[in-house]
């Protein structure tokens, strides 16, 4: 760096420098040269929106010392590098990236507060000693704690880790080297800012061709406990720069899961013929707002415009009145689209009162675009039956949740503060670039699958408010339930146990021990084993096993069966039927007569520690915890929970008659919590051939099932389980989500003022041009 800036660099070792980014509402007098740093806006739409406003950051601002870029020498560099001037070289020195950290530095050595700014930038960077900044309760979003130059990158970098303290830490690299303007690096490094707040992966490339941005930003994990670090390297005078980057206290705000490509509209009503009405007034409002074309969710060119769409929908959402005895909701991805959805919704309503023959009117209507409507001559399904449903090993899938952390920032600074996130979502195999689900051996798979379950129940229940009276798991999600609804204590710790537990590594999968045993088998003999889903009953499959010792009728559930064992034997098993079978092509033991050697050793495994007896005294009157191993609610206490997932994992299991017996309990809306919809399928196929079986059932027949997520669009998928949930009357709060819409709202309004002041500015110049 120069040497005014190397002269400073030494009071960074006993002090950190605190970074917020504070909205730039300044334009340039002169923005002709600088239309480079304008195009390039559009990378900043998203992180506009999610940076919060800070009150305190603004009134530190006031007083703080501003070193903005002197745009005229900005301008020579740009012209004489266009021109191929040679004194381009001394125009840069003279105003380079590494001149202005100094003299921000010499400031701040002095306590005092820095601005660095560009008027082209929607960002200028607050800079003050940590101790300014803690001061005044100002939570920054990084901290510069460290610096180095050098011949070499790796020696600039491992100089400023060393001046860091954090020379143990493999930082992420950010690489400006191939920039030269100061306006550049400095939307880099305001990029690599915003990133850390939002926790999320810089060097996000926009597409030049459709000019977007990643549809879904990666999260940025980090090792247990470990705060991110970034190396932001760049050439200045012929000599490599580092400067070390660390995470700060300050979150970026929660996207909104509703924009105006994310429109949603719930309605209430006490009768049909007044939901009718609310319909066509929603219809009429719709069509009064001024119509324009709908920008790409990452075009900033194109920014958020149309404010009334997010106040209309902010209004109605805040008006939403749940106490009504019917609730709709209309889901759609633009203005047009809202007005057909609304449309096909009163056309549903019509044909249904019209071919009534009695007074009763049933309706269970939603479209693929995620609006429902849901009237049920019983009570709401959603009142008192809602089931929480965990689903088992093998429901994982690429990317899965990648979306979430956008919306639930602190929700997943809260589980990285608790345990190892990294870990819980086998985030170095779940979202690894060319990801095969099919390699990932049977622990890493129940651990993600945990994982997924974990983050969604705390969605539904802390972000929502929803509550169940039930919950259930399929297979080795009864363990994910248990850890899920706050009943263990120290969830976190069956990661490690799980991983290194002989159970989950060579008992029932691997080299399959257990069932070495049972075949009385050498540890030289192979074993082939597969499973199969058939669609027959189970009558048939039972009536063929004693001349198949090796095969097992696994799992019954709805129209089709899970056979499990020696791979040659189910295939022969399957021509004697004359069924194909669908080969799940995993090895796993559980659920047959093997499995039953290790019986003790599981429970054994999961006798965990529960949580305090206060918060548990609250948990029997609101949930009943159903097991497929036992005709009663599971007892809550650490015995009792261990041998029933030892029952459930080791025995047999009938998920056709679990989900029976929770309708006998009162079960009527099973919510699948867990990675894409595999138990939704399977209830709704045992809904479709129900019978009712008893006097509770007989006065509640209808049941039905919802996903909260789905493969492809986890915000999607998140959307219509609420907006389904609304419909069918479940309690629940949608103030998260209002909060969220205020602020984008707020940030609509402040973006689309900045571009009001740079066009405004620029009119004039492009008129003189074309003069």
């Known amino acids: 760096?120069?040497?005014?800036?190397?002269?400073?660099?030494?009071?960074?070792?006993?002090?950190?420098?605190?970074?917020?980014?504070?909205?730039?509402?300044?334009?340039?007098?002169?923005?002709?040269?600088?239309?480079?740093?304008?195009?390039?806006?559009?990378?900043?739409?998203?992180?506009?929106?999610?940076?919060?406003?800070?009150?305190?950051?603004?009134?530190?601002?006031?007083?703080?010392?501003?070193?903005?870029?002197?745009?005229?020498?900005?301008?020579?560099?740009?012209?004489?590098?266009?021109?191929?001037?040679?004194?381009?070289?001394?125009?840069?020195?003279?105003?380079?990236?590494?001149?202005?950290?100094?003299?921000?530095?010499?400031?701040?050595?002095?306590q005092q507060t820095v601005l660095l700014s560009h008027p082209a930038l929607p960002f200028r960077l607050l800079m003050m000693p940590a101790i300014v900044a803690a001061k005044h309760r100002c939570h920054p979003h990084a901290y510069l704690t460290g610096l180095g130059e050098s011949e070499t990158r790796q020696t600039a970098i491992n100089l400023a880790l060393t001046q860091a303290k954090r020379a143990h830490i493999t930082p992420y690299q950010v690489d400006v080297s191939h920039l030269h303007r100061y306006s550049d690096k400095f939307a880099e490094l305001l990029l690599l800012i915003g990133n850390m707040a939002m926790r999320s992966l810089p060097n996000q490339q926009v597409d030049t061709k459709t000019n977007t941005c990643p549809a879904t930003p990666k999260y940025w994990f980090t090792q247990v406990h470990q705060s991110r670090v970034a190396s932001f390297n760049f050439i200045e005078n012929n000599l490599q720069h580092a400067a070390v980057f660390v995470q700060g206290t300050e979150l970026a705000q929660a996207s909104s899961m509703l924009d105006e490509n994310r429109l949603f509209f719930p309605i209430a009503a006490k009768t049909l013929a007044d939901m009718v009405q609310a319909l066509?007034?929603?219809?009429?409002?719709?069509?009064?707002?001024?119509?324009?074309?709908?920008?790409?969710?990452?075009?900033?060119?194109?920014?958020?415009?149309?404010?009334?769409?997010?106040?209309?929908?902010?209004?109605?959402?805040?008006?939403?009145?749940?106490?009504?005895?019917?609730?709709?909701?209309?889901?759609?991805?633009?203005?047009?689209?809202?007005?057909?959805?609304?449309?096909?919704?009163?056309?549903?309503?019509?044909?249904?009162?019209?071919?009534?023959?009695?007074?009763?009117?049933?309706?269970?209507?939603?479209?693929?675009?995620?609006?429902?409507?849901?009237?049920?001559?019983?009570?709401?399904?959603?009142?008192?039956?809602?089931?929480?449903?965990?689903?088992?090993?093998?429901?994982?899938?690429?990317?899965?949740?990648?979306?979430?952390?956008?919306?639930?920032?602190?929700?997943?600074?809260?589980?990285?503060?608790?345990?190892?996130?990294?870990?819980?979502?086998?985030?170095?195999?779940?979202?690894?670039?060319?990801?095969?689900?099919?390699?990932?051996?049977?622990?890493?798979l129940a651990i993600a699958g945990a994982g997924a379950s974990y983050i969604l129940t705390k969605v539904l229940s802390e972000y929502f408010g929803i509550k169940p009276q039930f919950a259930m798991g399929y297979s080795m999600g009864e363990a994910a339930m248990w850890a899920s609804l706050n009943v263990w204590k120290n969830p976190y710790n069956l990661i490690k146990t799980t991983q290194h537990d002989p159970i989950f590594i060579s008992d029932i999968t691997g080299e399959l021990n257990c069932v070495r045993q049972a075949w009385q088998l050498t540890h030289g003999e192979d074993i082939v084993w597969n499973s199969f889903v058939v669609r027959a009953a189970p009558s048939e499959i039972n009536a063929l096993l004693d001349d198949y010792p090796r095969v097992y009728l696994a799992i019954k559930q709805g129209d089709t069966c899970v056979i499990a064992g020696c791979e040659q034997s189910c295939k022969a098993l399957l021509s004697h039927m004359g069924k194909r079978g669908?080969?799940?092509?995993?090895?796993?033991?559980?659920?047959?007569?093997?499995?039953m050697l290790i019986h003790d050793k599981v429970h054994a495994f999961y006798q965990q520690p529960l949580r305090e007896q206060a918060l548990l005294d609250t948990l029997p009157s609101q949930i009943k915890f159903i097991s497929a191993a036992s005709k009663s609610p599971v007892l809550l206490n650490s015995d009792a929970i261990a041998k029933s997932i030892a029952d459930t994992f080791c025995q047999p299991l009938d998920f056709t008659a679990l989900v029976n017996?929770?309708?006998?309990?009162?079960?009527?809306?099973?919510?699948?919590?867990?990675?894409?919809?595999?138990?939704?399928?399977?209830?709704?196929?045992?809904?479709?051939?129900?019978?009712?079986?008893?006097?509770?059932?007989?006065?509640?027949?209808?049941?039905?099932?919802?996903?909260?997520?789905?493969?492809?669009?986890?915000?999607?998928?998140?959307?219509?389980?609420?907006?389904?949930?609304?419909?069918?009357?479940?309690?629940?709060?949608?103030?998260?989500?209002?909060?969220?819409?205020?602020?984008?709202?707020?940030?609509?309004?402040?973006?689309?003022?900045?571009?009001?002041?740079?066009?405004?500015?620029?009119?004039?110049?492009?008129?003189?041009?074309?003069?």
């Not at 120069?2 to 730039?24: D, E, F, G, P, Y």
């Not at 992180?47 to 603004?58: D, E």
């Open 1 to 110: 760096m120069s040497n005014q800036l190397t002269a400073k660099t030494a009071t960074i070792n006993s002090m950190r420098i605190a970074l917020k980014l504070v909205a730039n509402t300044q334009t340039a007098k002169n923005l002709r040269a600088n239309r480079t740093a304008l195009s390039g806006e559009h990378l900043f739409n998203h992180m506009f929106v999610a940076i919060k406003p800070c009150s305190l950051a603004q009134a530190i601002g006031e007083s703080a010392i501003d070193l903005e870029i002197d745009v005229s020498s900005l301008d020579s560099a740009e012209n004489n590098a266009s021109t191929g001037n040679d004194s381009s070289t001394a125009v840069q020195q003279s105003s380079s990236f590494s001149d202005y950290f100094a003299q921000a530095i010499a400031h701040i050595e002095q």
């Open 280 to 444: 066509m007034q929603l219809s009429l409002e719709l069509k009064a707002l001024h119509p324009h074309q709908d920008p790409s969710p990452c075009d900033s060119a194109n920014p958020l415009k149309s404010s009334k769409t997010l106040a209309l929908m902010l209004k109605t959402i805040s008006e939403f009145d749940q106490t009504r005895a019917l609730s709709a909701v209309i889901m759609a991805s633009s203005l047009a689209t809202a007005i057909v959805e609304i449309q096909a919704m009163l056309a549903k309503i019509h044909a249904t009162t019209d071919s009534a023959s009695t007074t009763t009117t049933e309706i269970d209507y939603k479209t693929p675009a995620g609006s429902c409507l849901s009237v049920n001559q019983h009570q709401a399904l959603g009142l008192n039956g809602v089931c929480f449903v965990y689903p088992g090993v093998g429901t994982v899938y690429p990317h899965m949740l990648a979306q979430l952390p956008r919306y639930f920032p602190a929700l997943f600074a809260q589980l990285e503060r608790e345990g190892d996130l990294k870990a819980m979502l086998q985030a170095d195999s779940i979202y690894a670039e060319h990801t095969k689900i099919s390699d990932m051996s049977l622990d890493k």
């Open 582 to 595: 669908i080969a799940a092509n995993r090895v796993t033991a559980m659920h047959t007569k093997p499995a």
């Open 661 to 771: 017996h929770a309708r006998t309990l009162g079960a009527s809306l099973f919510v699948e919590i867990g990675a894409d919809r595999q138990t939704s399928t399977l209830i709704d196929k045992i809904a479709r051939n129900a019978k009712p079986s008893n006097a509770h059932v007989k006065s509640n027949p209808t049941f039905t099932a919802i996903a909260a997520n789905a493969k492809g669009d986890d915000q999607t998928a998140l959307l219509k389980c609420i907006a389904q949930l609304i419909s069918h009357k479940v309690p629940l709060s949608l103030n998260y989500v209002t909060d969220s819409l205020s602020h984008l709202l707020a940030a609509t309004h402040a973006l689309e003022t900045r571009q009001q002041n740079v066009a405004a500015q620029l009119t004039p110049q492009l008129q003189g041009e074309q003069s």
